[in-house]
């Protein structure tokens, strides 16, 4: 499993696994891989009994104190919750569409600047970095009313991308040994992990959101209406607010930068798709339907095939595609697929969304192929059954990921937004990206070619 995970393809290893034993793998001493769809169910659901594994120590930002998503009491967790999820539903909050619109004009203002070919000459533009500085920025607007900067830059400011992506695959190897991470967080190990003010990585990032809170809290500052200000409102403390804003850059920007990236190779390597989408909101446009900048609404209401190549996109490329995120069978033990667990089994939630994603069984012979036009073509049972196992992308029940509607809301404006102004095509079709799985995707040198539309 160290193996896999520093080579970057564990995902890979957990889907052959799965095809070639069945619905439970054991995959270590106390560790068992299930990619039965209820099962899963069951065991995310709200009023489950399986808890989080230490393992989730992994997805602490700061040594001494839990966020969300790595506390494992479930009471302590229920409390929190309450306190954050408010801000994550936009309740309280500015519309969170307003950030949104204005990251993607800086978006499109740095590629009118610098990046439209005119004939021969053109300057390829990185993707795999555009789409990173863009979640950074929008995710800053939604959260604290600003952009990072990072668009304005147009560079990997105090390296806080590029470090994080060297840590990551040593951060999953480790991962296979828990004990690890609870020496890691421990005086003087924790020594190597970021610290808030660190020059550059994560360390650097946590030293913005920091500073941040601290004007905020002044007693003078003025009270804004952004994600920032709901956590306040709603009681975190100080300590609390500086963990919940770290995990937000943690969980909240690859992870949408990921789903707008790989969305877009996809649709720019199958030219079928790419034309449909780009019909589609060429006669929206025409016949009055949406705004400029679109509306979520609009992007949900009046452009079906895209709503099919966002499910699409997250379906066959997974964001959070080779995390364990283990949860421990609760006293008493479980039983799956016949197998009876002990109590304290391990059971690797996360390594399944990959195998779930892209498996023949649920989604037939063309399941490595991305193929939106399958999401119009179910009937209502199967769609029911499609939209299960895909959402797995985002956990569920008492786990679920709380950044669905950011998500969202991001891929139904990014998207059509760059599709009706540009046309894309990847520098190096032979290569079009260097990816590899650690946890998220590490993804490098995806260069495009950006052409103006015509008309
Ligand atoms: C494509 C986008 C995203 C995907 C696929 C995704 C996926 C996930 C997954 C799989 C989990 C873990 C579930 C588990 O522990 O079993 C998770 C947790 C979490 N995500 Fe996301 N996420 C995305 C975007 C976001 C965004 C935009 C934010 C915030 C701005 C966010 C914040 C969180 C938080 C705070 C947790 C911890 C929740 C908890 O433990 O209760 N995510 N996400």
Same mark, same amino acid.
Do not use: C, I
């Given at each position: 499993m160290t193996y896999?995970?520093?080579?970057g393809r564990i995902h890979e290893h957990w889907k052959d696994l799965a095809e070639e034993y069945g619905p439970l793998v054991r995959i270590?001493?106390?560790?068992v891989l299930c990619t039965d769809g209820e099962v899963l169910r069951r065991i995310l659901a709200v009023r489950s009994a399986y808890r989080k594994d230490d393992w989730y120590m992994a997805g602490r930002t700061h040594s001494d104190h839990d966020n969300i998503l790595s506390m494992r009491d479930k009471e302590l967790r229920k409390e929190r919750k309450k306190k954050i999820m408010p801000a994550y539903i936009g309740k309280g909050t500015d519309d969170f569409e307003d950030g949104i619109n204005r990251s993607i004009a800086a978006w499109i203002d740095l590629i009118e600047r610098k990046y439209v070919a005119t004939g021969p000459d053109f300057r390829p533009l990185d993707l795999a970095?555009?789409?990173?500085?863009y979640s950074l920025d929008s995710l800053g607007e939604v959260a604290y009313s600003r952009p990072l900067g990072y668009l304005a830059a147009d560079r990997d400011v105090n390296d806080v991308i590029a470090i994080p992506k060297k840590a990551l695959p040593l951060m999953i190897g480790f991962g296979n040994y828990t004990p690890l991470y609870r020496l890691l967080h421990k005086w003087p190990f924790n020594?190597? =992990?970021?610290?808030?003010?660190?020059? *550059? $990585?994560?360390?650097a990032i946590l030293g913005i959101s920091s500073a941040l809170i601290e004007e905020r809290l002044r007693p003078e500052s003025k009270p804004q209406r952004d994600m920032l200000q709901s956590f306040i409102t709603n009681g975190l403390t100080r300590d609390e607010l500086n963990v919940e804003v770290g995990l937000q850059f943690v969980a909240g920007t690859d992870s949408i930068a990921s789903a707008i990236r790989m969305t877009l190779l996809f649709l720019i390597n199958t030219p079928s798709a790419y034309r449909k989408l780009q019909s589609e909101i060429d006669a929206a446009i025409a016949s009055n339907l949406i705004s400029s900048p679109i509306t979520n609404a609009e992007a949900t209401q009046s452009l079906p095939y895209l709503q099919a190549v966002i499910r699409e996109g997250l379906r066959v490329f997974p964001p959070i595609a080779?995390? =364990?995120?283990?949860?421990?069978v609760p *006293? $008493?033990?479980?039983?799956i697929a016949g197998y009876e667990l002990p109590a304290g089994t391990r059971v690797a939630t996360g390594a399944a969304i990959y195998a779930m994603c892209r498996s023949k069984e649920i989604w037939g012979p063309d399941?490595?192929?991305?193929?939106?036009?399958?999401?119009?073509?179910?009937d209502e049972e199967e769609l029911a059954a499609m939209g299960k196992a895909a959402g797995l992308n985002f956990g569920g029940g008492q786990f679920e990921c709380p950044g669905r509607v950011l998500t969202f809301m991001n891929l139904n404006k990014v998207i059509p937004e760059l599709l009706r102004r540009y046309d894309f095509t990847v520098v190096n079709p032979v290569r079009p990206a260097r990816i590899r799985g650690a946890m998220m995707w590490l993804v490098e040198d995806m260069w495009v070619r950006v052409e103006k539309r015509q008309g």
């Open positions: 896999w995970s520093f080579e270590g001493p106390n560790e970095m555009h789409t990173h500085y020594y190597v =992990l970021p610290r808030s003010g660190d020059q *550059a $990585g994560l360390g080779s995390a =364990l995120a283990y949860k421990n *006293a $008493g033990g479980d039983v399941a490595d192929v991305f193929r939106p036009e399958r999401w119009l073509e179910a």
